[in-house]
């Protein structure tokens, strides 16, 4: 097997095609330059070399080929090294789609919002039906411990299809073919690839979950997202299937486009042909209806109506490949989604405290929403830090103020370097709201405002320098 240099190896992504490469028997280092749990952790327990920065020097001379992130661009002192000598190298989705995928019956989950969520409650309920698949998760799945593995063939006992003659439910996938669910990004794929990483999956099942705007560091409106959307449409065979939110305009109109694959529409209407009814209104538990015919119930420890989203669309996806939903629905109340999606750190003098990846104000909105839902009138504390590239760019300033409405109180980490003025969107917002231009004060702030019996979330798609954790480590100290 050959040797594998991985530049940007921390990243969601690429810690995966690590996973992967080294499972494949691969010889695998990489480079960085930030490294942070929970990708980290992955790496270091698989036994992978990492070393801080992109000097040219990381790069071993036996290396046999470079994966490079999207994280890097030309001027890059790693990428320049690359390109001067010649080296062989490859972006991670098109690495992921000459050596993993083949042989492979793909499902990709495409959205801007639920992605990883989604192609988790996916892959476990494969995993529950004994289909044992390989996935890709932009992050660490607590099932599984892991955020990518190849999976294996399962060959039941009785067929050949999985397609139902009655009605067709259920794609013409042969089910002794090995599954693969992966995470399928609309941002581009590398400095020499501008096309949405999806692009190069080719999923005989395809679920678009959601569209909005977002990424505005490289697309200039929603009708660039939906035509690179359009583009993953156009790859998804005829036998195959689209999962789509029934619910949502945007996809509604790349469909429009054009579309040469049976469509399954899911969401809340029940004249879709998936739809959900809440049991518990903050989404701890609903019925799931097949045309409009309630098949089973699910009772799980996620919150929100966009969780019952997402289950609902891994569900439809699950029985696409012939998967009996009523059979693995039970299931999803043991399931344990991704690290940092709401994943309680901790608790200490009555104080809950909550990891979280919302960076998008309609994730924002919709995951305190849930948790209003659960808490009820306790008070709901936010630290967040506007870290994404379109919150940096202040492409979503106007709309966050109104995404924290729902919490008592904001601590907005305002770093020097952000080019819009935060003052704006705190005196907007409509709980008790300031900001801070770092992470130390952050936490002194948090810790006059927080009582007991609070509910503190850190909101945040990158490290936010240990802030969850060094605050409950305060609490405990105090």
Not at 15 to 26: I, M, Q, S, T
Not at 86 to 111: F, M, N
Not at 280 to 291: I, K
Request: hydrophobic letters at 45%.
């Amino acid at each position: 097997m050959s040797k594998i240099h991985i530049l940007g190896i921390a990243g969601t992504f690429m810690g995966g095609v690590a996973a992967l490469a080294r499972e494949l028997g691969h010889q695998v280092e990489g480079s960085d330059q930030a490294v942070y749990p929970p990708m980290s952790t992955q790496l270091e327990n698989l036994g992978i070399t990492l070393s801080q920065g992109y000097l040219p020097g990381n790069i071993g001379d036996d290396c046999d080929e470079v994966v490079v992130g999207n994280a890097l661009s030309r001027g890059n002192p790693a990428v320049e090294a690359v390109l001067d000598q010649g080296r062989r190298y490859t972006s991670g989705a098109q690495w992921l789609s000459e050596r993993v995928l083949p042989g492979r019956d793909t499902l990709a989950v495409a959205g801007t919002h639920g992605k990883t969520t989604t192609t988790t409650i996916l892959s476990f309920l494969l995993q529950a039906a004994g289909r044992e698949p390989g996935f890709l998760i932009g992050g660490v799945a607590e099932d599984f411990g892991v955020s990518a593995r190849l999976g294996r063939t399962v060959a039941p006992p009785s067929g050949v299809t999985c397609q139902l003659p009655a009605e067709e439910d259920t794609v013409s996938a042969q089910v002794d073919r090995p599954l693969f669910v992966v995470e399928a990004d609309e941002y581009d794929t590398a400095f020499f690839d501008k096309r949405s990483k999806f692009v190069h999956y080719r999923p005989l099942v395809a679920i678009l979950n959601n569209l909005e705007f977002d990424h505005a560091d490289i697309f200039p409106d929603v009708a660039a997202i939906q035509r690179q959307f359009h583009h993953l449409v156009r790859t998804v065979p005829g036998r195959g299937r689209l999962i789509v939110n029934g619910e949502d305009k945007h996809l509604a109109d790349v469909l429009a486009m054009g579309c040469w694959t049976p469509v399954e529409r899911f969401g809340f209407d029940p004249s879709l042909e998936w739809s959900a009814r809440l049991i518990q209104q903050d989404g701890s538990a609903f019925a799931v209806l097949h045309r409009g015919v309630e098949v089973t119930t699910v009772e799980w420890s996620l919150l929100g109506r966009h969780n019952v989203l997402n289950g609902l669309a891994a569900l439809a996806a699950a029985n696409a490949v012939g998967v009996d939903v009523a059979s693995v629905a039970p299931a999803l109340a043991r399931f344990h989604s991704v690290k940092r999606r709401m994943e309680v750190i901790g608790q200490a003098q009555g104080v809950t405290i909550y990891d979280d990846f919302a960076h998008h104000p309609t994730a924002i909105h919709t995951t305190l929403e849930g948790l209003r839902a659960k808490v009820g009138d306790a008070r709901i504390v936010v630290a967040m830090e506007p870290r994404s590239n379109s919150m940096r760019l202040g492409a979503h300033s106007d709309a966050l103020a109104p995404s924290l409405d729902i919490a008592d109180a904001v601590v907005f980490l305002a770093r020097p370097e952000l080019p819009w003025d935060a003052d704006r969107v705190i005196a907007a917002v409509r709980g008790d709201a300031r900001a801070v231009a770092d992470t130390d004060a952050l936490l002194a702030q948090l810790g006059k405002v927080t009582r007991d019996g609070d509910h503190v979330v850190f909101m945040s798609n990158g490290g936010f320098d240990g802030a969850p954790r060094r605050f409950l480590a305060q609490l405990q100290e105090d």
